[in-house]
């Protein structure tokens, strides 16, 4: 197999195309909200919801009808074009790259109003081939349109094949953003025995033991024994969130396809914050709000990660905080949530209030 250069890696791949990105914007993306261009009602909501969530997502794949795919594009250019977006980003989600409308999805976009996307979510991304066939086709799109920014690019993780060429998926191209989970697809091509899109199963679980007697002798086995329930996801989100980190671009949940239970949805989005995930999906309005908090640092969280910054000095050493020792890595780690309230107090003015009013004039001596 013949690789590419390093030097060459962030030249363009079409004469006159913009200059590959070395870093990917650490830019809030806490929500990425689905609409359906080809949807009036929906279509309609959009110049009220630019500005209050992080990512707003132009849905052509998956719930758009066959006979629906042209007017969703033709929908979505209106809406780019009409819309003024403030502080949100624009995202798309095209066709699959084995569908029949995947070809005129790019080439429309990007010739008509390349200029503001952001993104560009590509589905059941089995290896990196696919990346880099979509990193050949947007530089030659950008090229001829003019572009001055290279658009990026989202994978989503649908396929077992994918799941296993995870880490060549993630360094096929800089335009590599991010990836998503995409667990209804995952599921279906795992064999997985499950018909939910996403969250947990009740059948998923561990049993606790039965009584025993003095001598070890198991007693009452058939008796009432508490169970738990366990997270089907916990090991495919970690293996992106790592695969991830390790290219520098961004891990996220994706849909959580039970509308009416919020409580499981910030359950499992919470999960997915807590592994290091940075956003995901919102399939209703409902969702934004939950997705945009779990997905800030707690007032809590902050107050702690700033104390143990002061606290660290150089970052050398150790100290005792509140009975708990501090240590370079306990530095690092509050780091990671300094940074990401930083960059959500510069976009959203209730969390940069909430942040600053929870420092306290006077923080305890360590």
């Known amino acids: 197999m013949t690789v590419r250069s390093a030097k060459d890696f962030f030249r363009p791949l079409a004469v006159g195309a913009p200059e590959p990105l070395r870093e990917i914007p650490a830019r809030p993306s806490r929500a990425i909200h689905f609409f359906d261009p080809s949807n009036e009602k ?4 959009v110049p009220q919801l630019a500005g209050t969530v992080d990512v707003l997502l132009g849905n052509l794949e998956d719930a758009v009808k066959s006979d629906r795919k042209e007017a969703a594009r033709a929908g979505l250019v209106k809406i780019a074009r009409d819309t003024d977006f403030g502080t ?6 095209v066709n699959a790259l084995d569908s029949p409308w995947v070809l005129d999805d790019l080439t429309t976009l990007v010739g008509e109003v390349g200029e503001k996307l952001d993104v560009v979510m590509v589905p059941k991304v089995q290896g990196p081939e696919d990346i880099a066939y979509v990193d050949r086709l947007l530089a030659q799109l950008e090229a001829r349109a003019g572009l001055s920014k290279p658009l990026l690019v989202h994978a989503i993780l649908e ?14 191209s800089p335009r590599m953003q991010g990836l998503s989970l995409g667990p209804a697809d995952l599921a279906a091509d795992r064999r997985m025995k499950t018909t939910r899109v996403g969250g947990g199963h009740p059948g998923y679980l561990v049993r606790e033991d039965p009584r025993r007697t003095s001598d070890g002798v198991d007693v009452d086995v058939d008796g009432e024994r508490a169970t738990y329930q366990q997270d089907l996801w916990h090991y495919t989100i970690a293996r992106m969130v790592d695969a991830c980190a390790a290219h520098g671009i961004y891990a996220y949940y994706g849909p959580f396809g039970d509308i009416a239970d919020t ?5 499992q989005f919470r999960n997915a914050y807590l592994l290091g995930c940075v956003g995901a999906w919102s399939l209703h309005p409902k969702q934004i709000e939950i997705a945009q908090r779990v997905f800030s640092p ?10 143990v910054v002061d606290a660290m000095g150089d970052g050398t050493g150790a100290v005792m905080l509140d009975g708990k020792m501090e240590d370079d890595a306990s530095l690092k780690q509050c780091l990671v949530l300094v940074d990401l309230a930083e960059q959500l107090a510069a976009r959203d003015p209730e969390l940069r209030k909430l942040y600053d009013d929870a420092v306290p ?3 305890p001596t360590p």
């Open 42 to 45: 929906m279509a309609a909501k």
């Open 88 to 93: 949100s980003q624009l995202w798309t989600r």
């Open 159 to 172: 396929t077992a094949r994918g799941m296993v060429n995870i880490e060549e998926i993630c360094g096929a």
């Open 263 to 267: 409580v499981a949805c910030e359950d």
């Open 298 to 307: 707690s007032v809590e969280d902050i107050v702690h990660a700033r104390r």
């Open 361 to 363: 004039d006077e923080r």
